[in-house]
């Protein structure tokens, strides 16, 4: 059975300070996905990365996908209270069948 | 209206009940999808329908049955739900099967009394 493990589970931090969020799995994937799901919505998409190493960044988020397309990171410089949510990584095995990680939910105090 | 739209947000039903979610897309997406996600679980992938056609049951119990009448419409039909079937249930679509990311609406919050 396919897993996506995120750490950590839960994260509650300052306004202003940075944090990584850690996505991993013993599974290669063809690409893996980052959402990010706020309370009371559905999980809206933030980036998908494709190709091993490679760094996409969304303005104040910064997402790493591992050169063997196991695990991901994201990265976020200054927090600030509208970063609060649960964020979800997903691993895309090239069908729609997804695994989705258990979540890390932050929340960002002001 | 634009994105994914579920009807209703909240729904409470008995264990003898019989209700009905529904889910539109107006992004002219040809997959749809629908999920459960319940608290400390993964999401977990109930049904996938690609042009209209069901591609996808993934072991979910027959008193959940999914419909789908064109690809802009889905539905999942309830009958003698169980108290541990409680959960969000989120609907998707994306452009197709191929795994480019999903469009997900703000769900339907099921609670089985």
């Known amino acids: 059975t396919q897993l996506l493990e995120q750490s950590p589970q839960f994260l509650s931090i300052q306004e202003g300070e940075n944090l990584t969020v850690y996505c991993n799995s013993s599974?290669?994937?063809?690409?893996l996905q980052w959402y990010r799901q706020e309370p009371g919505e559905g999980p809206v998409l933030l980036v998908t990365v494709v190709t091993g190493g490679e760094v996409k960044k969304l303005k104040r988020l910064t997402f790493q996908f591992g050169d063997a397309r196991k695990d991901s990171s994201l990265h976020i410089t200054a927090a600030q209270p509208g970063d609060t949510g649960l964020y979800l990584c997903?691993?895309?095995?090239?069908?729609?069948?997804?695994?989705f990680g258990t979540g890390t939910r932050l929340k960002v105090l002001a | 209206e634009t994105g994914v739209t579920q009807t209703p947000r909240h729904l409470v039903m008995g264990m003898t009940n019989k209700k009905s979610l529904k889910c539109e897309q107006h992004l002219g997406h040809n997959a749809m999808y629908w999920y459960k996600q319940s608290a400390k679980k993964p999401l977990e992938l109930m049904f996938v329908y690609s042009l209209e056609e069901r591609v996808e049951n993934n072991s979910v119990p027959s008193r959940f049955s999914p419909e789908c009448p064109n690809s802009s419409h889905l539905f999942l039909h309830l009958h003698t739900l169980q108290p541990e079937d409680s959960a969000l249930y989120l609907c998707?679509?994306?452009?197709?099967?191929?795994?480019?990311?999903?469009?997900f609406g703000s769900g339907t919050r099921l609670t089985v009394v």
């Open positions: 997903a691993g895309v095995p090239g069908t729609y069948k997804y695994i």
């Open positions: 998707a679509s994306s452009q197709d099967v191929a795994g480019r990311g999903y469009t």
């Open positions: 599974s290669v994937f063809s690409s």
